[in-house]
C-alpha cells in the first residue's frame, strides 16, 4: 500500500518533498486492520550540477526515517522509494548524489530507532528518447517491521527505475562494476559519513524538521479543540450569549421586538426567511379538542385558524409555518409558470424530507383560463389538501354564472380522479368582488350568487375575504359588521353545506369567535400575523376556547351559524358544558 500523498514543493529551486506525514498511524491502522503488510514510501529528487541541495537532501531522508518508524510500529514492512533524475549525463554525479542521499538517509534512520535491511542493492539504467541520451537512476531502501511474528530481513531487494518502468524496453540491464564496487565499500565508511552529516546539518532543516511536527500535533488536536480555538468559537460563544438574553423575555416581547417595529413588507420577508431554515418558534401547547371540526368527509380541520395566501407565496416554509400552530396554510397566489415551479419543487422537497404535518392542510391559491385551472390542478393536486380559485384571476368568466359553475365542476371531476380523491375545491371571493366601487347590496348579491354555485357545483368551501388596507389594519368596527353580514349570506345561500372561511378583519378571539357565529366554519389570518408576531394563532386559539367554555357552547361546531338561526327563531337550547364547572 502507497501511504505517501504525493509530492509538494520544497523550495524555489523545483525541488519537491513528499506529504503524508499527517494521520500517517492512522492510515498504516485501517491498512493493517485490512490485510495490507507492506508500505511504500516515494521521494523524489531533481539532480544537475547544484542540486539537490542540503535542504532537500534532509528533509527527504528524515521524512522517510519518520515514516518508517511509524509503519514498523504499525506491523508493516516499509519500502522507501527514492526516484533520481540526473541531467547532467555524468556517471559521477549519479555516485555523488546516491552516496549523500544513503548516508543522510542512514543517519535519519539511527535518529529515529527504525530498523532497516542489511542488503540493498541498487539499479541505474540509461533511457534513450527522441531528444538525447538521459541517465535516470533509482534508489530503494527497504525497511522491515512485524508483520505479526519475526520475520527475517530480506537478503536483497532488487527494483526498477521509475522511468524504465515507463518504457517498453526489456530486462533492464545489470549495475555497472564501478558503481557496485563502490556500493560494496559503502558500509565500511558509512559510520563516519553519518557522523559528518550530522555535525555539518544546517539549522534551517532543523526548523522545517520542527514546523512539520508542530503542524502533524494540530492536524491530531480534537475538534472540539480547534472549535474552541477558531474564529467560529467566538461566533458560536456570542450567539449562546445572546440566546441566554433572549430566552427570558416573553413571547409578546420578543414578538414586539422582531414584528411590532418592522413594516409589514419587511416582516413578510424576516417571517419567510426565518420559516425556510426553521427558526421560528413552535407552538407546544396542546390545543383543545372541542375545536376541531370537521365539515366534510376527509376534509379535517384540527385547529379553526389558519394562515392567508399572499405571505409564504411559493412554498418555502410551510412546515414551520404549521410549528406556530396553524391549522391549514394557503400559499400562493399562483399565477405564472415560474411560481408554479417553485411550490410544486418546495412541496416536493417538503415531502422527500418528510416533514408532512399530519395535523395540517395545505392550499393553494389559483388562477387562469379553464385550461390553465386543470393544469394546475393535475400538477399540483397530488400535493395539497384544497385548491382556492380566486375569482378576479379568471380572466373575466368568473362573472358569468354559467361559465363558471362549468369550470369549478370540470376541476371537481378532475380532482376525483387523482390518487386519493385529490384536493378539495374552494371559491375566494376576494373583498373587492364583484368591483372595487360596488356597494353593499350588490357585494351581497354577487356573494349569493357564487354561494348557489358553489353549492350546486359541489364545491367543498367558500372563501370570504376582508380588505384589511382598505379598512386600515384589521378595519373598523363597522367594515366588520359588513363582513360579518357576507359570511351570513353564505351561510344561509349554501345551508351549511359548503364550508366558509373568513378570511380578514380580525382583530382577537371574540372577533374569530363572532364570524363562527355568523356561519363561518374557521377563521383565516394573515396581516395580524406581521402585526402581533409568531404568538397570534395562539392567542386566538386560547381565547377562542376561553370563550366557548365561558358562554356554555359544548364545541365550536354548535356555535357556527348560531347568529343566523337566532335572527330566524331556530335557536336550539344549549346543551351543558361538560368542560365549565358545575354553578351552585
Request: charged share 25%.
Amino acid at each position: 500500500m502507497r501511504v505517501d500523498q504525493g509530492f509538494v514543493p520544497l523550495n524555489s529551486f523545483g525541488e519537491k518533498g513528499t506529504e503524508g506525514m499527517v494521520l500517517l498511524e492512522e492510515r498504516c491502522e485501517d491498512g493493517y486492520k485490512t490485510g495490507v503488510r507492506i508500505a511504500k514510501w516515494r521521494t523524489q529528487l531533481e539532480c544537475n550540477l547544484e542540486m539537490p541541495t542540503d535542504v532537500a537532501v534532509w528533509e527527504n531522508s528524515d521524512c522517510i526515517a519518520r515514516a518508517a518508524r511509524i509503519c514498523q510500529a504499525c506491523g508493516l514492512a516499509f519500502i522507501a522509494e527514492i526516484q533520481t533524475a540526473q541531467n547532467t549525463g555524468c556517471a559521477e554525479q549519479d555516485i555523488n548524489v546516491t552516496s549523500d542521499v544513503l548516508a543522510a538517509l542512514m543517519g535519519s534512520h539511527g535518529s529515529h530507532d527504525s530498523s532497516a535491511a542489511h542488503a540493498l542493492r541498487v539499479t541505474s539504467e540509461l533511457e534513450q528518447s527522441q531528444g538525447g541520451t538521459k541517465r535516470s537512476g533509482a534508489v530503494q531502501a527497504a525497511f522491515c517491521g512485524q508483520l505479526g511474528c519475526e520475520v527475517p530481513l530480506c537478503p536483497a531487494v532488487r527494483f526498477s527505475s521509475h522511468r524504465w518502468a515507463q518504457s517498453s524496453a526489456g530486462i533492464p540491464p545489470d549495475m555497472p562494476e564501478n558503481l557496485r564496487q563502490i556500493m560494496d565499500d559503502y558500509a565500511a565508511w558509512l559510520a563516519t559519513a553519518t557522523l559528518c552529516l550530522a555535525e555539518s546539518m544546517n539549522p534551517f532543516c532543523m526548523l522545517l524538521a520542527k514546523e512539520r511536527r508542530r503542524a502533524e500535533e494540530d492536524a491530531k488536536q480534537s475538534l472540539l479543540s480547534q472549535i474552541v480555538n477558531s474564529t467560529a468559537g467566538a461566533v458560536i460563544g456570542a450567539a449562546i450569549a445572546g440566546g441566554i438574553v433572549w430566552l427570558p423575555l416573553s413571547s409578546q416581547a420578543k414578538s414586539d421586538m422582531c414584528c411590532g417595529k418592522l413594516g409589514e413588507e419587511s416582516a413578510a420577508r424576516v417571517l419567510v426567511k426565518a420559516a425556510r431554515w426553521r427558526l421560528l418558534p413552535r407552538d407546544l401547547d396542546k390545543d383543545d379538542p372541542y375545536l376541531v371540526i370537521e365539515p366534510h368527509d376527509g376534509l379535517k380541520f384540527y385547529t379553526p385558524v389558519g394562515l392567508g395566501p399572499g405571505l409564504d407565496r411559493s412554498a418555502e416554509g410551510v412546515g414551520a409555518l404549521f410549528d406556530l400552530g396553524f391549522g391549514f396554510v394557503e400559499v400562493g397566489p399562483i399565477s405564472t409558470s415560474s411560481e408554479l415551479e417553485a411550490v410544486r419543487r418546495n412541496l416536493e422537497r417538503r415531502d422527500a424530507s418528510r416533514q408532512i404535518a399530519q395535523l395540517g392542510l395545505v392550499g393553494a391559491s389559483v388562477g387562469g383560463s379553464r385550461e390553465e385551472l386543470l393544469a394546475l390542478m393535475a400538477s399540483l393536486g397530488p400535493k395539497l389538501q384544497f385548491l382556492a380559485v380566486d375569482l378576479t384571476a379568471l380572466n373575466g368568466y368568473g362573472k358569468r354564472e354559467e361559465e363558471l359553475a362549468k369550470v369549478v365542476k370540470e376541476l371537481v371531476l378532475a380532482a376525483m380522479r387523482l390518487p386519493g380523491g385529490g384536493p378539495r375545491v374552494f371559491l375566494r371571493l376576494p373583498a373587492t368582488w364583484p368591483r372595487a366601487t360596488a356597494s353593499h347590496e350588490e357585494r351581497r348579491r354577487a356573494v349569493a350568487e357564487v354561494a348557489e354555485v358553489a353549492r350546486h357545483s359541489e364545491a367543498a368551501g367558500l372563501i370570504v375575504c376582508h380588505d384589511d388596507v382598505a379598512h386600515g389594519c384589521q378595519g373598523t368596527q363597522e367594515s366588520r359588521r359588513l363582513h360579518r353580514e357576507l359570511i351570513s349570506e353564505a351561510f344561509e345561500k349554501t345551508k351549511g353545506d359548503v364550508a366558509i372561511v373568513a378570511s380578514g378583519g380580525l382583530r382577537n378571539a371574540r372577533d374569530a369567535l363572532d364570524a363562527v357565529e355568523a356561519g363561518a366554519t374557521v377563521v383565516q389570518i394573515s396581516t395580524l400575523l406581521l402585526q402581533e408576531g409568531p404568538a397570534a394563532c395562539r392567542q386566538i386559539k386560547d381565547g377562542m376556547a376561553q370563550l366557548l367554555m365561558q358562554e356554555g357552547h359544548v364545541n365550536l361546531k354548535s356555535v357556527i351559524g348560531a347568529a343566523v338561526l337566532r335572527r330566524r327563531g331556530k335557536v336550539k337550547q344549549k346543551k351543558r358544558n361538560p368542560w365549565k364547572p358545575k354553578t351552585t
